[in-house]
């Protein structure tokens, strides 16, 4: 059985234009949403305070849950239903206060909910995260995101095009660009954005084409993905961090098969290259792989989305809205970026 | 090439009876009395987060033990100055770190250093200028002294913590410092978890201080403070009215004795109206304090307080021997017993903070494995349709390859010990999903090498070739962020990153070579010219 056929010529690269297009609209979409929002929804792992998931004997209104919680000062929190009309379980998220007493918190929850709702209430889990512990989280998601950044943008360039020394010389300038941020206190998002700047700047400098489409559609994958929790105000947690993390890794798999295909026919094909047409051909070479491989992690992951419980939900939609952008831009942004350099066609790497 | 074919089934072989070693006690409620000897016992770990259970963190206020330290000096000093005739005035805590007092005569300078430096080496004299009332002096502790000082009250701590969980009693419990100065417990299973937090965070500082009956405690909170003496209170609880009451006492700062010479504790209950006290046992040596300051006040009142707060404050009848005294006014049996454990376990070296609190529900726990074997059961028989469809018998060996994933990954998980939490479960499901990835690359890559004309044993030979290095390529990126993500992951994202490494390696293992074994099978013994691919 086949479902792409052999011969297939789509002709991606020549609609690069519409996709840049269809790419920037999503990501403004994204960025306008988070500024509407005021920045991202940040879960109680990085923000602080409590995240606490109750269980009641029957249904009941949001109204009737703030009542109730009153008393221990938990009513201006933001209160929500999980899932269908039928479950009867809600999330209670309430920053950091005076007026709430941690050391009983948990004994007079169920008091107040069970003198309420009656027998049957059970308090399904509750998360008290200090200032101090978000703020230590929150450097450690970044530290992840950085030293990601940091490896692949190592390996990609490295790998792409042979030049291992290079790639080092440009970690050390990375991390140089990075300290210097730090002693200006820059915030996480400042950091993480310096880091992409730089690394981007020393692959544009040093001439690492390859790298620097992979780095790009990189960025891509991860701006929409923000975007689409920006959008669905959903929570950014330490899980979701490391849903991202993933993907990242993850994505870049489809853009090294074609990549290397690439190279391979820029290597065989002898005389004049044109290098839309060979990436081209290479992207269509390799679209069965690309959208098999990532049909098969695609399927697995709406099981998880639908199946997988509350817990693992948002992880799951990260993990969806990821794996689709992630073929998209292997096919719409990594290669089409390749050609965006003037002095076609590119050497290959191999050459030096 | 036959002979290397057995070679390597046998390899693949050994590999997978030796995980499957590894999965039976997981999956098996009673192993038998020689499987226990010689095998694999452990089952897989299961997280907090799909066992239930509590997890803290703990802040220890190491400043506050370095303050009660420097306290104590100060008394020390005072008691060594009067005994050797030097004279002195406002010999105090200054800081956190320091001591100050001014020496009347400028003579007793050098006797006063030499004393200092050799009972208190770890502090640094400074000499300040000479006022009307003498010579200031600062004695600051040095930073080497500080930090071992704060590192010990961490551990003390923690061993605290760990004698007070083992006698509350929780079943494998985790207790680790972390940081400088917290503390990291894991309590799986636990049924009352606000009692544990009271039970743990209890500084658990008894004291034993005299009423100073001299002066009037109205006074003194309208601010005329005896020298020497502080207002603690007594939480007076009336059952009736439900409201609760604070009773001011006027104490002598310095405590008579405390609970640091304790060596039993229980609960027993009042003859008369059964309500629970707490009997406490001291040492000889607190028996012999405890015998002198009774001997001397009686008729006076002596306040038992715990954590600044009064529980009674009993006239002294007459001089107690033998070194026993009670506590009462406690409230329920649990909290006599609770109190019992922590006056045996000893008390922290200095308050703790909970930082960081996460608790889980046993049913949220039994619910997240079921939602996640759902998923994977779902994920993955969609998996396995499409390759059998797709690539017919080449599939079923995928397929195949892929079950083989599943039970390496499980193994792996128990073999190294790893914990198994609800991200990690994500990570298995999303290991299924990427293992065929690999058999995706391969065979695509042999239908091309088929179209092109080349032979089955041709096509599988160059397709496994090309293809593994590019597999190889692909699967490090991933491995890279799981690497990281197991450095700067906590808890469940740190099994998450767990399942993905353990996956990613199990994969290549499967997807690559074993498959490869079966591939050569059919095409070089067998013979085979062609196969549904």
Redesign the interface.
């Known amino acids: 059985?086949q479902?792409i056929k052999?011969g297939i010529n789509i002709d991606f690269l020549g609609k690069r234009y519409y996709a840049f297009a269809l790419s920037a609209i999503c990501i403004i979409i994204g960025m306008v949403a988070l500024a509407v929002n005021g920045g991202l929804n940040l879960g109680v792992d990085f923000s602080g305070g409590y995240a606490i998931?109750i269980?009641l004997p029957s249904a009941h209104d949001i109204s009737e849950i703030r009542e109730a919680v009153t008393p221990i000062n938990l009513h201006e929190g933001d209160i929500q239903t999980i899932g269908g009309k039928d479950t009867a379980e809600y999330t209670i998220r309430v920053s950091q206060s005076e007026n709430i007493n941690?050391?009983?918190?948990?004994?007079d929850l169920l008091r107040v909910l069970t003198a309420k709702f009656g027998e049957g209430s059970?308090?399904?889990?509750?998360?008290?995260?200090?200032p101090?512990?978000g703020k230590d989280?929150r450097n450690?998601?970044l530290?992840?995101i950085f030293?990601?950044i940091l490896?692949?943008s190592v390996?990609i360039s490295g790998?792409f095009e042979q030049k291992w020394i290079m790639s080092i010389i440009m970690a050390v300038c990375f991390i140089i660009v990075v300290l210097i941020g730090i002693s200006f206190g820059a915030s996480m998002t400042w950091l993480i954005l310096i880091a992409f700047i730089t690394t981007l700047v020393f692959c544009w400098v040093l001439r690492l084409r390859y790298a620097m489409s992979a780095i790009l559609s990189l960025i891509h994958d991860t701006l929409i993905v923000t975007g689409a929790f920006a959008i669905t105000n959903k929570e950014i947690t330490?899980?979701v961090?490391?849903a991202i993390?993933?993907l990242?890794?993850?994505s870049?798999?489809?853009t090294?098969?074609t990549f290397?295909r690439i190279r391979e026919h820029l290597r065989n094909i002898p005389g004049k290259k044109d290098l839309a047409e060979i990436a081209n051909r290479s992207v269509n070479?390799t679209l069965?792989?690309t959208i098999?491989?990532s049909?098969?992690?695609?399927?697995?992951?709406?099981?998880?989305f639908?199946?997988?419980?509350v817990?693992?939900h948002d992880?799951?939609f990260a993990?969806l809205i990821g794996t689709i952008t992630g073929v998209y831009s292997t096919i719409f942004v990594a290669a089409p970026f390749l050609l965006l350099w003037k002095d076609n066609p590119v050497k290959t790497g191999k050459k030096g | 090439m036959s002979n290397k074919l057995g070679v390597r089934s046998a390899i693949y072989a050994v590999l997978i009876i030796v995980s499957l070693v590894y999965l039976v006690p997981t999956f098996s409620n009673k192993l038998p009395e020689w499987w226990l000897k010689f095998l694999p016992k452990e089952k897989i770990k299961l997280g907090l987060d799909l066992q239930g259970g509590m997890q803290l963190i703990l802040e220890v206020d190491t400043i506050k033990a370095i303050e009660a330290e420097i306290e104590t000096a100060v008394e020390d000093i005072k008691d060594e100055l009067r005994n050797e005739k030097i004279r002195y005035l406002d010999l105090k805590r200054n800081g956190s770190t320091g001591i100050e007092l001014t020496l009347i005569k400028d003579e007793d300078i050098t006797s006063f250093e030499n004393l200092m430096n050799s009972n208190y080496p770890d502090y640094v004299i400074e000499h300040g200028d000479r006022t009307e009332k003498g010579r200031a002096i600062r004695m600051v502790m040095q930073q080497s002294a500080i930090d071992n000082m704060m590192k010990m009250a961490t551990d003390q701590a923690l061993e605290t913590i760990r004698n007070r969980i083992d006698q509350f009693g929780v079943n494998e419990p985790y207790i680790t410092t972390q940081a400088d100065n917290r503390v990291l417990i894991q309590l799986p299973g636990l049924k009352d978890p606000d009692r544990a937090i009271k039970l743990i965070g209890k500084t658990a500082q008894l004291e034993f201080k005299l009423v100073d009956e001299a002066n009037n405690v109205n006074d003194a909170l309208a601010g005329k403070m005896p020298a020497g003496d502080e207002v603690l209170y007594e939480i007076a609880f009336d059952p009736q009215t439900g409201k609760s009451e604070k009773i001011p006492y006027l104490l002598k700062k310095r405590s008579s004795l405390t609970g640091k010479y304790i060596t039993d504790a229980g609960v027993k209950l009042d003859s008369q109206y059964g309500e629970p006290y707490v009997s406490l046992t001291f040492d000889r040596r607190g028996a012999r304090i405890f015998e002198k300051i009774t001997g001397e006040n009686i008729q006076k009142r002596l306040a038992i307080v715990l954590d600044d707060s009064v529980y009674s404050a009993p006239v002294i009848l007459d001089r107690i021997t033998g070194g026993k005294a009670v506590i009462e006014n406690i409230g329920s049996t649990d909290e006599a017993r609770d109190l019992a454990i922590v006056l045996r376990a000893g008390a922290l070296p200095a308050p703790v903070k909970i930082l960081e609190q996460r608790l889980v529900g046993p049913s949220l726990g039994q619910d997240s494995i079921e939602q996640g074997i759902n998923a994977m059961i779902l994920g993955g028989a969609l998996v396995v349709l499409f390759m059998i469809v797709y690539y017919g018998l080449s599939g079923f060996i995928a397929v195949f390859a892929l079950v083989l994933n599943t039970i390496l990954i499980a193994a792996g998980l128990a073999g190294f010990g790893a914990t198994l939490t609800l991200p990690g479960l994500a990570g298995i499901i999303l290991s299924i999903g990427m293992a065929v990835d690999a058999n995706v690359l391969i065979y695509e890559r042999i239908r091309e090498e088929l179209r092109i004309g080349k032979t089955l044993r041709g096509a599988v030979e160059t397709g496994y070739e090309r293809a593994t290095i590019t597999i190889f390529d692909s699967n490090l990126t991933t491995l890279i962020t799981a690497v990281i993500l197991f450095q700067f992951g906590t808890g469940p994202v740190k099994g998450f990153a767990v399942t993905l490494t353990i996956g990613i390696i199990a994969n290549f293992i499967t997807a690559v070579y074993v498959t490869r074994v079966i591939f050569d099978y059919l095409v070089i013994n067998l013979n085979w010219k062609k196969i549904s691919i």
């Open positions: 059985m479902i052999p998931q269980k941690a050391d009983t918190l948990n004994e059970t308090i399904e889990s509750l998360d008290m995260v200090g101090k512990v989280l450690k998601a530290a992840a030293y990601s490896l692949i390996y790998r330490l899980t961090v490391a993390l993933t990242i890794g993850y870049l798999n489809d090294i098969v290397d070479e069965s792989r098999l491989t049909g098969t992690v695609f399927a697995v992951i709406v099981a998880l639908y199946l997988g419980g817990v693992i992880f799951a993990m």
